[in-house]
């Protein structure tokens, strides 16, 4: 990466490499004819990226989730902020299109791909760290106490040893992907700095010499 | 089959066709046809989903912007197998700082490389136009490391908070730094909005606040002085074997059909990218010409230029916000204009941007113990504190002849046409420097720690290494026709109604981001054709 910063997306994975060097073999016998075009009205004939994702409910255990986030997410955020982390992890799975081209980089000339659908494999982490809570500790993963919540969570992380919190498209554990979700938005980042930057917000370009506000009402 | 014409044909619709288009228009009767290989991408209405999206998953914002089958292969940093309407500056980041007098003129001043046909002075005036075509919001630097004939169209972005802050240490640190020029608007402007901060400008800027090629193409076409003809690959062009005139040029649909067309034209400009221009030029050899069109000279498709960089990440003991206006940066031309009298070459420029590297949210701690809920906020705010500063020096590499590509027949596109295959070398005199030029860079980048009282968290030179970025090169500049593909007004000297267009014609590729140069290459041509025609 080199010419401007590198935006906050997930990182890329070559899994999927198409580039160019599949000749296509339909070369079908159509008659369309070469056409004069408006290329950016609403008429143009892009097709919309947000056309390709769609909602695919992907059935996690919300009481189980709803539990993780409890223990994931910093409890000074209050139940209501946390619930709504963890709605928008859910959101952003639900809208998530496997297999969608990547934003092309620069220094690359092959066509990458995002991920396949990473939600069986959350579900299923899911719902193994409620089975080893009742193994481990004889009662559903959301009925421990917070005690025994870390407990089950810090057992389920333990093959995760960096201390990097990964892409959360790339996450290996759900936990992992809820947390990296969390810690990517604009108002995690907002507590953590103490002040309302609100990043990715579009906005007026005036005051932004300004230092940025503190957070009003005092921070998590 | 079709056909297509008019009086003035122009192979390709990036951001160079479409600001010599423009020119022409205004400057010219003659009837004006542009065909792009690929198709119109995602629309202006429909690039606040795309940013969605982007910002999201990293979903690629621009629909359909490649054709599965023509691509380059080796190195090819900074090129993308791009292919729609309006080309690589659909994704551009929109920074347009302008090359120094020295580029034009390295032979000269230092005895090393190629001076270019014309000078820092004559492109001044086409470097204006292309600001004002394109709304430049730019700070005027020191005169004497940024000379300019006029102010710039539009007010500079604002330096903010964080870059204030920067600006401050780079001051301490001996060096001189403004407001990055950019193809933002920073008022209202020929239709677009107001910049808003989005900081999606590369790679989708949802408001039109940044130049795109297509806001050109859309009010061309609105005008009916332009007519744009997309998703047809030019594959040939046909030159009378007497007189070496253009006679017409060849090519095919690329959407299913593949229907063959036939583009009759009296003048042919090719603007299609550093790699794509030479490369339809070997691909039109015939009897006459069996080394390629426009090849008298054997260097079409050799001398591809670019710059490296070197890059760090600083830690200061500064307060920064990252995330106010990421995308915007402050530059300094300082080391592009140095001198070096009887001592070694380097030129590069700088620029300094804030960075949340070192400042984000952790998994565990130092002692390996896992962060959790309100012990992992309490963490990232003691890491959150402080700052960070990202620093990049592109530095001046200077082609050697045999930086080229070849046709490769291992790769072929639909209809048997071999792709490019890219190998970037530089001249020995750069590869001499190359080692010390990389380790001055990274020396100044510690000077400039210390000067801050901060520590360097990383340096490294760009991905690829060998890779050259805003490449240039393939048709290059001359006034002899031995040396060079194109004169200096980028006419080709074999045949008199060719031209070719911005990037494939420069003989270097300076130190800074290039697509403003290519611009104002491009107009320069332009201007020229519109006195032939
Ligand atoms: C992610 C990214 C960020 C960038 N940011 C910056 C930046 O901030 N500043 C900067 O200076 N530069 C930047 N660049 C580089 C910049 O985008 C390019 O230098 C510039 O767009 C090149 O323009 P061009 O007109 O020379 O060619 P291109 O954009 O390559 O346009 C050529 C056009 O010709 C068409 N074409 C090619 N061959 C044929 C054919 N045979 N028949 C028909 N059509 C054909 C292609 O489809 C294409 O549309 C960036 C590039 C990328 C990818
Ligand atoms: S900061 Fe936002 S509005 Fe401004 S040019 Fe960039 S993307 Fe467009």
Redesign the interface.
Same mark, same amino acid.
């Given at each position: 990466?080199?010419?401007?910063?590198t935006?906050?997306?997930?990182s =890329?994975r070559a899994f999927l490499k198409?580039?160019?060097?599949? %000749?296509?073999t $339909?070369?079908?016998?159509?008659?369309?004819?070469?056409? %004069?075009?408006?290329?950016?009205?609403?008429?143009?004939?892009?097709?919309?990226?947000?056309a $390709?994702?769609g909602a695919r409910g992907t059935g996690f255990d919300r009481r189980t989730l709803d539990a993780l986030g409890e223990?994931?997410?910093?409890?000074?955020l209050g139940s209501a902020r946390q619930k709504g982390a963890v709605d928008a992890f859910v959101a952003?799975v639900d809208?998530?299109?496997p297999v969608?081209?990547?934003?092309?980089?620069?220094?690359?000339?092959?066509?990458r791909y995002?991920p396949p659908d990473p939600a069986p494999g959350w579900r299923a982490q899911l719902e193994g760290l409620d089975l080893l809570a009742r193994r481990s500790r004889q009662r559903p993963f959301a009925e421990l106490d917070a005690e025994g919540r =870390?407990a089950v969570?810090?057992a389920a992380?333990a093959p995760?040893?960096?201390?990097?919190?990964p892409d959360a498209?790339g996450a290996p554990h759900v936990a992992?992907a809820l947390?990296a979700h969390w810690?990517n938005s604009?108002d %995690?980042?907002d507590?953590?700095?103490?002040?309302k930057?609100? =990043?990715?917000?579009?906005?007026?370009?005036?005051g932004?010499?300004?230092?940025?506000l503190p957070l009003a009402g005092g921070d %998590? | 089959m079709?056909t297509?014409g008019g009086d003035i044909v122009i192979i390709g619709s990036g951001i160079t066709a479409a600001n010599m288009a423009a020119h022409l228009a205004e400057h010219t009767t003659r009837s004006i046809v542009v065909i792009e290989a690929g198709?119109?991408?995602? +629309?202006?209405?429909?690039r606040t989903?795309?940013r969605?999206?982007?910002?999201?998953?990293?979903?690629?914002?621009?629909?359909?912007?490649?054709?599965?089958?023509?691509?380059?292969?080796g190195v090819?940093?900074?090129?993308? +197998?791009?292919m729609h *309407?309006?080309g690589l500056a659909m994704?551009?980041?929109g920074?347009t700082p302008r090359y120094s007098p020295e580029d034009f003129i390295t032979n000269s001043l230092y005895g090393i490389g190629t001076d270019w046909p014309y000078t820092y002075e004559d492109l001044d005036p086409f470097y204006q136009e292309a600001e004002e075509r394109m709304g430049i919001a730019g700070e005027q630097g020191p005169p004497a490391m940024d000379p300019r004939g006029k102010p710039y169209p539009l007010p500079p972005?604002? *330096?903010?908070?964080n870059l204030?802050q920067l600006q401050l240490w780079a001051t301490q640190a001996g060096i001189a730094s403004w407001s990055c020029p950019s193809a933002k608007a920073?008022v209202p402007y020929q239709g677009r909005a107001?910049?808003?901060?989005?900081?999606?400008?590369?790679?989708v800027c949802?408001?039109g606040a940044k130049y795109?090629p297509?806001?050109t193409?859309?009010a061309l *076409?609105?005008s009916k002085r332009v007519?744009?003809?997309?998703?047809?690959l030019v594959r040939r062009l046909v030159a009378d074997a007497k007189t070496g005139r253009i006679v017409r040029a060849t090519g095919n649909?690329t959407?299913?059909?593949?229907?063959e *067309?036939t583009i009759e034209g009296q003048t042919f400009v090719l603007a299609a990218g550093f790699i794509w221009s030479p490369h339809l030029l070997l691909l039109s050899r015939d009897a006459a010409h069996p080394n390629g069109l426009a090849n008298r000279s054997g260097l079409v498709g050799k001398y591809l230029a670019g710059h490296r960089?070197i890059?760090g990440q600083i830690s200061l003991p500064l307060e920064l916000?990252?995330?106010?206006?990421?995308?915007h940066s402050l530059v300094s031309k300082q080391f592009q204009r140095a001198s070096y009298p009887g001592g070694k070459y380097l030129r590069h420029d700088l620029r300094l941007?804030e960075?949340s590297v070192g400042?984000?949210?952790?998994?565990?701690?130092d002692k390996?113990n896992?962060l959790?809920?309100?012990a992992?906020?309490a963490d990232?705010?003691q890491?959150?504190k402080g700052a960070t500063a990202?620093v990049?020096a592109y530095y001046d590499v200077l082609p050697h002849r045999e930086s080229k590509f070849v046709l490769d027949d291992t790769?072929?596109?639909?209809w048997g046409d071999p792709?490019p295959l890219v190998t970037f070398k530089d001249a020995p005199e750069s590869e001499a420097l190359r080692p010390w030029q990389e380790e001055e860079l990274r020396n100044l980048f510690r000077r400039m720690a210390k000067a801050g009282g901060g520590e360097v968290i990383s340096l490294a030179s760009?991905?690829?290494d060998i890779?050259q970025?805003h490449p240039t090169g393939g048709c290059r500049a001359g006034n002899d026709p031995t040396t060079s593909v194109v004169d200096g007004w980028g006419r080709a000297h074999d045949h008199e109604n060719l031209w070719v267009g911005g990037a494939p014609t420069q003989p270097s590729a300076s130190c800074c981001?290039g697509t403003l140069t290519f611009v104002a290459v491009g107009l320069r041509t332009a201007s020229a054709i519109a006195k032939s025609v």
């Open positions: 990466m080199s010419d401007e910063p935006p906050q997306v997930p =890329r198409v580039a160019g060097t599949v %000749a296509a $339909t070369v079908a016998a159509s008659t369309a004819g070469v056409v %004069a075009c408006t290329p950016s009205d609403s008429k143009g004939t892009g097709e919309a990226p947000a $390709t994702g223990v994931l997410l910093p409890a000074s952003w809208e998530y299109a969608a081209e990547e934003m092309h980089g620069y220094g690359y000339a092959d066509i995002l =870390r969570v810090t992380l995760f040893g960096s201390a990097a919190i498209l992992l947390l810690t604009p %995690a980042w507590l953590a700095l103490g002040a930057v609100a =990043r990715d917000t579009c906005r007026q370009l005036q932004v010499e300004r230092k940025p %998590a | 079709t297509v198709p119109a991408s995602t +629309p202006f209405a429909e989903a795309a969605k999206r982007f910002l999201a998953y990293g979903e690629n914002p621009w629909a359909r912007d490649h054709l599965e089958d023509q691509n380059a292969f090819t940093y900074g090129f993308s +197998p791009n *309407v309006g994704h551009w980041g920074v972005i604002p *330096v903010n908070y204030q920073t107001q910049c808003q901060r989005c900081d999606t400008c590369y790679p949802p408001s795109s297509d806001f193409w859309d *076409v609105k007519t744009l003809v997309t998703g047809t649909r959407d299913a059909s593949g229907e *067309v960089n890059g916000y990252p995330g106010l206006n990421a995308q941007w960075s400042r984000g949210a952790r998994l565990r701690d390996g896992l959790l809920g309100d992992l906020l990232w705010k890491r959150a990202r990049r790769r072929k596109n639909r792709m760009n991905a690829n890779g970025e981001n």
